[in-house]
């Protein structure tokens, strides 16, 4: 099995094109909305946008909800599908980020991470 680089993509894409990305090996930001030890699987949210993060491969981390984190891992159809809702945000229901980095990234301007992203997709390099 061939390691992809992820592709930068933002939670709200993935929500709007769930099947879009399965299968994808992706990178995604957002704040720690919450973790689950017990189910070893977070909640990643960005505006009004979350994407369940499933931290197994990660091993024992110390997660802080309201830290912003950055994933890498591959977006893999989940058993069933549920439209789940977090505080009013629209939860990506049919997928699931296997994380295999992680990393807290606190202090990004997340502003500026999206304008540089938008840059590199519009000079076709990502």
């Given at each position: 099995?061939?390691?992809?680089a992820?592709?930068?993509?933002?939670?709200?894409?993935?929500?709007?094109?769930?099947?879009?990305?399965?299968?994808?090996?992706?990178?995604?930001?957002?704040?720690?909305?919450?973790?689950?030890?017990?189910?070893?699987?977070?909640?990643?949210?960005?505006?009004?946008?979350?994407?369940?993060?499933?931290?197994?491969?990660?091993?024992?981390?110390?997660?802080?909800?309201?830290?912003?984190?950055?994933?890498?891992?591959?977006?893999s159809?989940?058993?069933?599908?549920?439209?789940?809702?977090?505080?009013?945000?629209?939860?990506?229901?049919?997928?699931?980020?296997?994380?295999?980095?992680?990393?807290?990234?606190?202090?990004?301007?997340?502003?500026?991470?999206?304008?540089?992203?938008?840059?590199?997709r519009?000079?076709?390099?990502?």
């Amino acid at each position: 099995m061939d390691l992809v680089a992820g592709t930068p993509v933002f939670l709200e894409e993935i929500v709007a094109r769930e099947s879009d990305f399965a299968g994808q090996s992706v990178r995604v930001t957002g704040t720690l909305h919450s973790y689950s030890p017990a189910q070893e699987s977070a909640v990643l949210v960005e505006g009004e946008s979350a994407v369940v993060v499933d931290t197994r491969l990660l091993g024992v981390v110390k997660y802080h909800v309201g830290q912003t984190y950055q994933f890498i891992g591959v977006l893999s159809p989940t058993a069933a599908s549920s439209d789940i809702a977090v505080d009013d945000v629209r939860c990506a229901g049919t997928v699931r980020l296997h994380a295999r980095v992680g990393r807290v990234v606190d202090g990004l301007d997340m502003v500026m991470y999206r304008r540089a992203i938008m840059e590199l997709r519009a000079a076709d390099i990502l």
